[in-house]
T-cell receptor
C-alpha cells in the first residue's frame, strides 16, 4: 500500500514564526503536492513538484515556499506565519501520467496537518 | 480555468436509502475524474477513478458515472449505512493543468 505521512497532525504556532510541514511518501512517486483545505473552498493547490529540486506554483503560493531535496520528501515552509494561514494542510503524491489511457494516476493523500496560527 | 461544483453541500438520509451525489465541471476537456472520501479531520481516500474514455466505474455499493459532454458526474451509493457518513469530494484532472477539486458534499446517514 502507498503510504504518505505528514510530520504533525496538529500544530499551533504564533504569528511571525517560521513553520515547517514535512511530507514523506514511500512509493517512489515523481509528483508531490501541497494543498490547503478551508470550509466551503475545497482543496486549493499551493505548490507541486514533479522531480527532485523542481517546483511549480499552484493557485495560492503567496506566503509559502517548498523544498524537495530528496524524491520521497516534500516540505512546505511558512516563512512568517500569519493568522490567515490557519488551515488544514494536505500533502499528496502520484506517479506521472504518461498517456490518456494510463492505468491510474490517482493522488494518494496524507492524513493532513491542522495548523492554527495565533 | 476549470471550476468544479458539488451540490448539495450537505445531505442527510436515513440508513438504507439509495442516494446520488452530484459533481459538475465547466470544461469538458478532462483527463479523468476522481471521487474521494474524507472523514472528519483526516486526509482523502480515493474511491473511484474514471478515465475520460470511460462512462462509469463501480466498487461495491458505489457507482460513479461520467458524462463529459454535459460536464457532469454522479456518485451513486446503494443501501447507505452510518459508516458512509463522510465528506465526498470530486476532482477533475486535465492535461496541462492541476487537479481541480469541488468543495465536497457532507453526507450524514442516520441509523
Amino acid at each position: 500500500d502507498v503510504k504518505v505521512t505528514q510530520s504533525s497532525r496538529y500544530l499551533v504556532k504564533r504569528t511571525g514564526e517560521k513553520v515547517f510541514l514535512e511530507c514523506v511518501q514511500d512509493m517512489d512517486h515523481e509528483n508531490m503536492f501541497w494543498y490547503r483545505q478551508d470550509p466551503g473552498l475545497g482543496l486549493r493547490l499551493i505548490y507541486f513538484s514533479y522531480d527532485v529540486k523542481m517546483k511549480e506554483k499552484g493557485d495560492i503560493p503567496e506566503g509559502y515556499s517548498v523544498s524537495r531535496e530528496k524524491k520521497e520528501r516534500f516540505s512546505l515552509i511558512l516563512e512568517s506565519a500569519s493568522t490567515n494561514q490557519t488551515s488544514m494542510y494536505l500533502c499528496a503524491s502520484s506517479f506521472n501520467a504518461p498517456a490518456e489511457n494510463a492505468p491510474t494516476d490517482t493522488q494518494y493523500f496524507g492524513p493532513g496537518t491542522r495548523l492554527t496560527v495565533l | 480555468k476549470q471550476e468544479v461544483t458539488q451540490i448539495p453541500a450537505a445531505l442527510s438520509v436515513p440508513e438504507g436509502e439509495n442516494l446520488v451525489l452530484n459533481c459538475s465541471f465547466t470544461d469538458s476537456a478532462i483527463y479523468n475524474l476522481q471521487w474521494f472520501r474524507q472523514d472528519p479531520g483526516k486526509g482523502l481516500t480515493s474511491l473511484l477513478l474514471i478515465q475520460s474514455s470511460q462512462r462509469e466505474q463501480t466498487s461495491g455499493r458505489l457507482n460513479a458515472s461520467l458524462d463529459k459532454s454535459s460536464g457532469r458526474s454522479t456518485l451513486y451509493i446503494a443501501a447507505s449505512q452510518p459508516g458512509d457518513s463522510a465528506t465526498y469530494l470530486c476532482a477533475v484532472g486535465q492535461i496541462g493543468d492541476d487537479m481541480r477539486f469541488g468543495a465536497g458534499t457532507r453526507l450524514t446517514v442516520k441509523p
